[in-house]
C-alpha cells in the first residue's frame, strides 16, 4: 500500500469512527449485544451438545439478533417472527421439492408434541412457490397433527436468512431464544425427535 492510499484509509476510518454513521452503527452493535447477553452466555455450555443426531448444528461464538423475518399462516394473514419473543423457537424452512425436508418433517411434529407450548415452538415454513395447496395436502397425507401450518410462497424468507450466511440450502434451521438470540443454526436435516436433539432443546429453553 502506498503513501496516498493509505493517509486515504486513515482519513475514511476517522471520519467513520467520529460521524454520526459511525456513532449509529457503534449503536447498534452495543445495543444487539445487550440484547443477547443471555444468549451469548448460553452458548458455552450448548455447544459440547451438539453432537450425535445434531452434531452438525453450528453454535455461534457470540449471539445475534436474529434478522426480521415475515410469512403467512394458513389463512393467508402475515406472521412475524417476533411474534414469537418469550418462546424458545425451532425455525425451519422447507419446501415439498426437498427430499430432505420431506423426511425430516415427522421428526419436526414429534418435537413439537413433546416440548411445545409456552416456552417452546417448531415454527415450519414452507417455501414452495408454486402449487400452494402441495404442501398442505403432503402434511395431511404423512398426518403432521401437531405444527401450525406457516408457508412464504415468495421464498424471501429464505433470501433474508441467505443474506447474512444463515441459509445456504435446504432445509434451513435455527433456534432461537425467547429474546429472538440466535443459538444455533443448521443447513440440512436432523433427526429432531432424538435423544440428542431434544437434550439440546431442553437446555436452549432453560
Known sequence: M???AFLVLVVVASLYAFTPL???FSSKARESAAQCKAA??????LRPLAKGEVAALSVPDQSKPVVPLTFQNAK???VRLESFKGKTVLLN???TWCVPCRKEMPALDAAQAKLGGKDFEVVAVNIDTRNLEKPKAFLDEIKVSHLTYY???SAKVFQDLKAVGRAFGMPTTMVIDPAGCELASLAGPAEWASEDALTFLNAAMK
Request: hydrophobic content about 40%.
Open 2 to 4: 502506498g503513501p496516498l
Open 22 to 24: 459511525g456513532n449509529l
Open 40 to 45: 451469548t452466555t448460553k452458548l458455552a455450555s
Open 76 to 78: 393467508g394473514e402475515t
Open 93 to 95: 424452512l422447507w419446501a
Open 151 to 153: 408457508a412464504d410462497p
